[in-house]
């Protein structure tokens, strides 16, 4: 009877072993299919991997810039070093929509503090959840918290669900018939594609002319972007962070005199600095004939780093920031970065040189 009693626990045991090792093995093939199957931005359109690259950074940072296209294309991290001492990083991405930046900046007070944080502007065009494309570029790198918890929420748009940001999976496994050796090259690990979330270009084609700005019916920047805005300033008032909003120096996308005089309005209210660096082109000292590298939606290396002295004289002048050149355990990690950044320097002008275009960078997201 103790026997048979025995042999049946022993046999339940074996079972229970044997069910736990397949779920295992299913979650660990689902795991692995889902690496294989998400996109991998290491080409082309690279900007889908800036969110994740922040987590590698292993200097301190005293100024975070977040925001679209227009800080993380426009303004170069390592001349701000470079010349300045000024330890940063760009918390951008592509279409970074208002509520995308706070939760970014909620994020990164997981891990940091800075002194000074730079928010562009732009994204307060946009007051509702826009592409689940730009969503998923900015949202699947940030590690799971309940900052990302609320960043999906507050972004996705009626087609969307959250379970295919906590299974993304079910969101890319359709891309069987588009995976390249890139998938496999990339599956567990990841190259570096920026200089400390910097999008380096240095190609150069002039600015064209734009078409006529289009008439809007309501010219007032929407309630929910600028209820991000206000938690932005909330959130850096309680954590002793000054606020900088910008104003890129590009003229298009378009941002409207009305659009402009309403952002005066909220940091004379919050007694914060505003700079539209549309007003400063000369004094920054940008040629839009040889500072852009894609008619004047963005700057190329030469633009970004007149920014960078520009905005650098600014910080230091009126924040007390830290000269990492003299520390000197940050300054080796900086020039890691500073290898980074002159060596892809090199290799794009060679490219460059050698095919008259950059082949291996793509154009970017264009779109913001």
């Known amino acids: 009877m103790e026997g048979n009693t025995l042999k049946r626990k022993h046999s339940r045991i074996r079972t229970a072993a044997v069910i736990a090792l397949v779920v295992a093995f299913l979650f660990a093939l689902m795991w692995f299919l889902q690496c294989l199957l998400m996109p991998k931005y290491m080409k082309g359109i690279i900007e889908g991997a800036m969110t994740a690259e922040y987590y590698d950074s292993k200097e301190p940072h005293e100024v975070i810039f977040i925001g679209d296209c227009e800080v993380y294309e426009n303004i170069s991290t390592a001349e701000l070093y470079r010349k300045y001492g000024i330890s940063s990083y760009i918390r951008g991405s592509a279409q970074q929509l208002a509520w995308q930046s706070y939760y970014l900046l909620e994020d990164t007070l ?16 946009y007051d509702k959840p826009q592409k689940d494309t730009y969503n998923r570029m900015t949202l699947d790198g940030m590690r799971w918290s309940s900052s990302k918890v609320d960043a999906i929420k507050a972004s996705m748009t009626e087609d969307e669900s959250f379970i295919e940001y906590l299974f993304p999976i079910l969101k890319y496994h359709s891309r069987w018939n588009e995976l390249t050796s890139d998938d496999w090259k990339y599956l567990f690990s990841h190259d570096r594609v920026t200089t400390n979330g910097y999008y380096m270009r240095v190609d150069i084609r002039p600015q064209k002319e734009f078409p006529p700005a289009p008439r809007l019916t309501d010219y007032t920047l929407g309630e929910n972007a600028m209820s991000y805005l206000r938690k932005m300033a909330s959130l850096c008032r309680e954590n002793d962070i000054e ?28 007694g914060l600095t505003y700079i539209n660096y549309q007003d400063l082109k000369d004094e920054v000292g940008l040629d839009m004939t040889t500072d852009t590298y894609d008619e004047g939606l963005h700057l190329n290396i030469y633009g970004a780093e007149k920014m960078a002295d520009h905005i650098g004289a600014f910080l230091v002048e009126n924040y007390d920031l830290t000269d990492y050149r003299e520390v000197p355990e940050v300054a080796a990690l900086w020039e890691e970065n500073l290898r980074f950044y002159d060596d892809l320097r090199a290799a794009q002008q060679k490219e460059l040189d050698e095919y008259g275009e950059l082949r291996s960078w793509g154009i970017g997201a264009v779109e913001n």
């Open 110 to 125: 997981r891990y940091e503090k800075p002194k000074v944080v730079i928010f562009n502007v732009l994204a307060l065009k």
């Open 243 to 270: 606020l900088v909003l910008i104003k890129a120096p590009t003229e298009y996308p378009y941002w409207y005199d009305e659009w402009d005089a309403q952002i005066v309005d909220f940091a004379r209210k919050w």
